[in-house]
């Protein structure tokens, strides 16, 4: 799970493993594995960051 900040600079969480696509237009649009799209003020490669960080953390334990 990550969290990322809506246009409205409201914080969600949403799951990493259902993210499809990325895009940046100039938002980042997550576009997820059922069709659902967000626009979020992190860039295309601080969501990547992200994601690589919370894969980290499942395969290797470390949840500090």
Do not use: H, Q, W
Not at 9 to 23: M, P
Not at 32 to 42: H, P, R
């Amino acid at each position: 799970m990550i969290k990322l900040t809506r246009l409205d600079n409201k914080e969600f969480i949403i799951n990493a493993d259902t993210i499809e696509k990325l895009e940046a237009i100039p938002e980042s649009l997550i576009t997820l594995t059922n069709g659902k799209k967000y626009l979020v003020k992190e860039s295309n490669d601080e969501i990547v960051e992200k994601v690589i960080k919370y894969k980290r953390k499942i395969y290797t334990g470390n949840f500090d």
